[in-house]
Nanobody, 127 residues
Framework: QTQLRESGGGLVRAGDSLRLSCAASGRTISGYGMGWFRQAPGKEREFVAHIVYSGDITYYADSVKGRFTISRRDANQILYLQMDNLKAEDTALYYC????????????????????WGQGTQVTVSS
């Protein structure tokens, strides 16, 4: 099994930046796509970003495109989410996940295709 632990969240002002980290332990993550999701109170878990196993292709939700950057350092078993120009609507609990299922187009969008999840790190953006 792969264990994931997120860190780097916090309380910031609109327009500020944060970098979230996700440290993996156990099985290597180098052969799998990884993603970030977020969930705000009273809302369903929402796709944020995904990076394929090779690191050369990324996908972003329209709401974060141009502001967030997903990256990975497989040698250190770490996934990152650089969050710039944060907005109040970015406030949520952010989760990282490893995609083990789904080879169809768009599979990265859906939580059901991710088998391992972290506990989440809270990001709060005040305006």
């Amino acid at each position: 099994q792969t264990q994931l632990r997120e860190s780097g969240g916090g309380l910031v002002r609109a327009g500020d930046s944060l970098r979230l980290s996700c440290a993996a332990s156990g099985r290597t993550i180098s052969g799998y796509g990884m993603g970030w999701f977020r969930q705000a109170p009273g809302k369903e878990r929402e796709f944020v970003a995904h990076i394929v196993y090779s690191g050369d292709i990324t996908y972003y939700a329209d709401s974060v495109k141009g502001r967030f950057t997903i990256s990975r350092r497989d040698a250190n078993q770490i996934l990152y989410l650089q969050m710039d120009n944060l907005k109040a609507e970015d406030t949520a609990l952010y989760y990282c996940a490893v995609k083990m299922r789904g080879i169809n187009s768009g599979a990265y969008l859906y939580p059901a295709n991710y088998d391992y999840w972290g506990q989440g790190t809270q990001v709060t953006v005040s305006s």
